[in-house]
């Protein structure tokens, strides 16, 4: 649906998108991810024809951007940065503004702004003018401009920023029914949003793709794979050399790089990170050295890299060259 | 051309939504008559015609359109509803012209509103009506010419505050230029380019009564190309 080859961007002399490609297929909901300035907001501009590519191209809907803008806004539903709306007119008058700029048949409108409506939650709200409106439901408001005209392409710029815990929950939901149907871009700095949403993310950094792939794939390349931490209990009675605590487990399964670390009460904690795909194996081993040496594992768990850590990774690294 | 009349009824709803279309009809009206009646000396003129009236229109409007354009971009672009707008799927040339026509509307409205003083003028001695309807004619074209500089200066800008003041400036400039003619007594070839260039001048052909088709075509042209240069404006502002 949407395919992005050797996209640049600069304003000025500030290049703010460098050389960026990417496809997206239909349906899929991909995330972009990155610190203020990484670039996510230009990408997002281009697609929805707001900004021209400086090289490059971005094919929306087999539509080329720069060729023929128009076509690819009558493609796109759009929620830019910030919501900014019409502050002086009523829900009602904005909706139906929008469905008549969409272009949508005068029988077609109030259904359409009606069931817009009711996907964004903003049954009642109506006859109410957006500047008196929270931002929760500005934020609606928003998606509800974007998806009225019912766009295969949605381009969603920060979606949730600014809405309490609740709010967030109900938009997330919201665009997680529209995944599948639609094509979702979405941008975000909150790592849980990426990995509640998107079945691909894209990282950025000033303005480079830092990483792709999903969620799941971009923890097993990060190396390291998977950690895995375990509580091992072993009560005084070891044999010569002491107890069989976590050194002597890392010393018996041969993880020369694991942290042991004893937490008092016979109780010590073993940290090992393990190369990706033999986290089962390690896992296992661990539990059948254990049962063979009398000690007892109170805890143990694996843990991938989060998305968060990745991130932190790869962005900060980068500045650092 | 349905594109354009959406986007025109909804800018014209925006204008009445607000104070701003009644002040600006409130002002023109209390400005015009206020020096027709008083400072014009329209009493001791003793004759029944509007053409001191109308002849305050290029300074009066040279202020007051500003005030209407200044916010159709600068407004947009403050309160960032321009990215909206422009991901809409309306052409450059919808913007403008629908933008432009809610603004003439408002004009229209207001020089309708000051059909009482020449029916009141009428009622106290003879009026030529043809020269009336020539008079309004020359308004409102005057006022489109205005409303599309206004426009486009408009466009130029974030700061409402700016398009206004480049907006009177440049408005009075094109507007009362022909008077510096006069003024300065310039030699008749300068007088000719600068009477040429001035809206105003063209505007007192109007109030002579005189239907001048060139007159129609500059008013038609100065509107057209500021509308034209906002269009552009806009498209390479995606560039940019």
Same mark, same amino acid.
């Given at each position: 649906m949407i395919e992005v080859s050797g996209l640049s961007k600069s304003y000025g002399g500030f290049e703010a998108v460098k050389e960026v490609s990417f496809t997206v297929g239909d349906g899929r909901v991909i995330g972009l991810l990155g610190p203020? +300035?990484?670039g996510k907001t230009t990408i997002m501009k281009v697609l929805t024809g707001y900004h021209r590519p400086s090289a490059g191209r971005a094919v929306v809907g087999g539509v080329d951007v720069a060729k023929d803008p128009l076509a690819v806004k009558r493609l796109v539903g759009y929620l830019p940065e910030g919501v900014p709306l019409y502050g002086d007119m009523t829900v009602t008058e904005y909706l139906s503004f929008i469905a008549e700029a969409r272009g949508l048949t005068p029988g077609a409108r109030a259904p359409a702004a009606a069931k817009a409506m009711e996907a964004c939650g903003? +049954? +009642?709200? +109506?006859?109410?003018l957006i500047e008196h409106l929270s931002k929760g439901y500005r934020q609606r408001v928003g998606l509800a401009q974007a998806i009225l005209h019912d766009p295969p392409v949605l381009i969603l710029d920060e979606p949730t920023t600014g809405l309490d815990p609740n709010q967030i929950l109900e938009i997330r939901s919201l665009i997680r029914s529209l995944g599948g149907d639609k094509t979702v871009i979405l941008s975000t700095h909150i790592m849980q949003e990426v990995e509640a949403l998107c079945s691909e993310v894209l990282i950025l950094n000033e303005g480079r793709i830092a990483a792709q792939g999903s969620a799941r794939e971009l923890s097993e390349a990060m190396q390291g794979g998977e950690l895995i931490k375990a509580v091992i209990l072993a009560r005084g009675g070891g044999a010569a050399g002491g107890e069989p605590g976590a050194g002597a487990a890392a010393t018996a399964l041969g993880w020369a790089d694991a942290e042991a670390r004893p937490l008092g009460d016979g109780r010590s904690e073993l940290s090992y990170r393990a190369t990706a795909g033999r986290g089962d194996e390690e896992a296992e081993r661990l539990f059948d050295w254990a049962a063979g040496s009398g000690a007892k594992l109170l805890e143990l768990r694996r843990e991938r890299i989060s998305l968060e850590e990745i991130f932190v990774r790869l962005t900060s690294e980068e500045h650092t060259k | 051309m349905k594109a354009t009349m959406v986007i025109a009824r909804r800018e014209l709803r925006s204008y009445f939504n607000s104070p701003l279309a009644y002040v600006f009809i409130a002002s023109l009206l209390l400005i015009t008559a206020i020096f027709f009646y008083f400072l014009g000396g329209f009493y001791a003129m003793n004759r029944a015609s509007m053409r001191s009236y109308f002849a305050l229109f290029p300074a009066v409007l040279a202020v007051l359109v500003p005030a209407l354009t200044m916010r159709l971009w600068a407004e947009e672009r403050r309160q960032g509803s321009y990215e909206l707008l422009i991901t809409l799927p309306f052409t450059e040339a919808e913007l403008a012209i629908g933008k432009h026509l809610a603004a003439w509307a408002v004009i229209a409205t207001a020089l309708a509103a000051t059909l009482p003083v020449p029916l009141m003028v009428g009622a106290l001695g003879r009026l030529d009506w043809g020269v009336v309807a020539a008079e309004y004619l020359g308004a409102l074209l005057l006022g489109s010419a205005y409303a599309a500089v206004g426009q486009y200066l408009s466009s130029l800008t974030r700061n409402q505050m700016s398009a206004f003041m480049a907006g009177a400036a440049a408005l009075l400039a094109l507007g009362l230029v022909y008077q510096l003619a006069a003024w300065l007594d310039l030699p008749p070839w300068l007088a000719g380019i600068v009477n040429w260039l001035s809206l105003g001048y063209r505007f007192i052909s109007f109030s002579r009564g005189v239907i001048d088709s060139r007159d129609l075509a500059y008013f038609a042209l100065v509107s057209a190309a500021a509308l034209y240069l906002t269009a552009k404006r806009l498209y390479f502002s995606a560039w940019s």
């Open positions: 203020n +300035g990484a903003l +049954g +009642g709200m +109506g006859p109410v | -």
